[in-house]
């Protein structure tokens, strides 16, 4: 069974900082890897996409690295803002012994940025 | 870009009613959708997956009979929470399926149950 584990749970940084946010599966058999940004009462925002053939995407200031083997991926976040202050989730797509996909959904970062 | 509406964004109800929540994509077609829910502090899980035309396949220990899952055309599907009891109180998130790697979200409901 495909587990996500997100850490730390929360972080609290300086305006500026640059930071990075951890992730792992502990079942490789991916088809990629997604990391979205959660506001409250909010839905999802999908941020980065990585196939399970990469190993790394960019996108403005957020950079995401995807190392399938060792079932780890990191989402770094350069000159953070008060805006980048959000819940930050890391999700896998699988497939289920049945046969059907499934996305599959870490706890989650709270990031706070403080100005 | 591609837009997908839920709807309620928050809902309050009774013990023992039966709450509706709308999920539209709405400039494309979908084929499947799926629905999460969310309790505080856990991660987001997956409920079930709509495909249009077909039943909906639940993940194990969700209630196939408590939470209704419709996807009556490629634009619309809709979960019924039957029957709700205050453990049902949960954010619900729907997404809709672009192609093979594409998923859009809705914004969320919020159901409070009391």
């Known amino acids: 069974k495909q587990e996500v584990t997100q850490i730390p749970a929360a972080l609290s940084v300086p305006e500026g900082e640059n930071l990075v946010l951890n992730c792992s599966f502990t079942?490789?058999?991916?088809?990629?890897l997604q990391w979205f940004r959660q506001d409250p009462g909010k839905g999802l925002t999908s941020l980065l996409l990585?196939?399970?053939?990469?190993r790394e995407q960019t996108s403005g200031r957020l950079n995401a690295s995807l190392d399938k083997s060792s079932g780890r991926s990191t989402l770094y976040i350069a000159a953070s803002q008060p805006g980048d202050s959000a819940t930050y989730l890391c999700?896998?797509?699988?497939?289920?012994?049945?046969?059907?996909?499934?996305?599959?959904f870490g706890k989650g970062t709270k990031l706070t940025v403080n100005p | 870009g591609a837009v997908v509406s839920q709807h309620p964004s928050r809902v309050i109800c009774k013990s023992g009613t039966s709450v509706k929540i709308e999920c539209r994509s709405l400039?494309?077609?979908?084929?499947?959708m799926f629905w999460y829910r969310q309790f505080p502090k856990q991660s987001l899980m997956l409920m079930a997956t709509?495909?249009?035309?077909?039943?909906?396949?639940?993940e194990q220990g969700v209630e196939k009979d408590k939470f209704l899952i419709n996807h009556a055309s490629l634009t619309l599907s809709t979960l019924t929470v039957t029957s709700a009891h205050p453990e049902d109180s949960s954010f619900y998130i729907c997404?809709?399926?672009?192609?093979?790697?594409?998923?859009?979200f809705g914004a969320g409901s919020r159901l409070t149950v009391l």
């Open positions: 997404s809709a399926a672009r192609g093979a790697n594409v998923l859009t």
């Open positions: 079942d490789s058999a991916i088809y990629n």
């Open positions: 990585i196939q399970s053939s990469q």
């Open positions: 999700a896998v797509r699988t497939i289920t012994q049945g046969g059907s996909e499934k996305l599959v």
């Open positions: 400039d494309f077609q979908a084929t499947t």
């Open positions: 709509s495909n249009e035309g077909s039943k909906a396949t639940y």
